[in-house]
């Protein structure tokens, strides 16, 4: 099954850019969506189809997506942002849907 | 606006059978391709099913660990979306999430982002 790989953990201190990387064999052939989930709370889709925003979401969140990376970036970091965050594709070849393990982000 | 809202979960005996529902709001469940993601004490995101649109088949799709156990289906007439759980274990212990694709410009819903969640509901799984 296909497998996708987050970093546990990413720090930054608030103004400053965080990237939170989403690994994968040929990911760059998928079409990546990225969520932010604090705690108690449902995930809410802050990317989808690697670059996109949905209504709503600030153009601080930024998505990109090539090879066996993709890579979620927030820039200007604010203390709202500090949250679980996760990568999800489709795999396309068993019409399943595929969670990365998170990333928490802690704004400093 | 759309809005799902989960209901059924509690506790539950090993080995035994639980159905939950999804109740929907502002979007047609038989139009959308409705799923299931769980969130274990504590873990990550895990997608465990979903039922397609009508005009795409009705079809269903179950990850690994739980198909043969567990059954996604659809009430047009209440708008609803159960999952039936048979053959509980330990492992079922979560927060159950129904997830949809309303809002997306030009994403292919087959392989769409879930821009619609529920607020979660919990399926303790006892020994």
């Known amino acids: 099954s296909y497998v996708l790989t987050q970093p546990p953990s990413v720090s930054v201190a608030p103004g400053q850019t965080a990237r939170i990387t989403c690994g994968g064999k040929n990911i760059g052939n998928n079409d990546v969506h990225w969520y932010h989930q604090r705690p108690g709370q449902a995930p809410v889709l802050v990317v989808y189809d690697n670059s996109d925003r949905p209504s709503g979401i600030p153009e601080r969140f930024s998505g990109s997506n090539s090879g066996n990376t993709a890579t979620l970036t927030i820039s200007r970091v604010e203390a709202g942002d500090e949250a679980d965050y996760y990568c999800?594709?489709?795999?396309?070849?068993?019409?399943?849907?595929?969670f990365g393990g998170g990333t928490k982000l802690t704004v400093l | 606006e759309a809005q799902l809202m989960e209901s059924g979960g509690g506790l539950v005996k090993l080995g035994g059978s639980l159905t939950i529902s999804c109740a929907a709001s502002g979007v047609t469940v038989s139009n959308a391709w409705m799923n299931w993601v769980r969130q274990a004490p504590g873990k990550g995101l895990e997608w465990i099913g979903r039922?397609?649109?009508?005009?795409?088949?009705?079809?269903?799709d179950y990850a690994a660990p739980v198909r043969g156990r567990f059954s996604i289906s659809r009430d047009d007439s209440e708008n609803k979306v159960y999952l039936q759980m048979n053959s509980l274990e330990i492992g079922d212990t979560a927060v159950y999430y129904c997830a949809t694709t309303v809002d997306l410009v030009a994403t292919v819903l087959r392989l769409a982002g879930f821009d619609v969640w529920g607020q979660g509901t919990k399926v303790t799984v006892s020994s």
């Open positions: 999800q594709v489709w795999d396309k070849s068993s019409d399943r849907g595929v």
């Open positions: 039922i397609r649109s009508e005009s795409n088949g009705g079809t269903t």
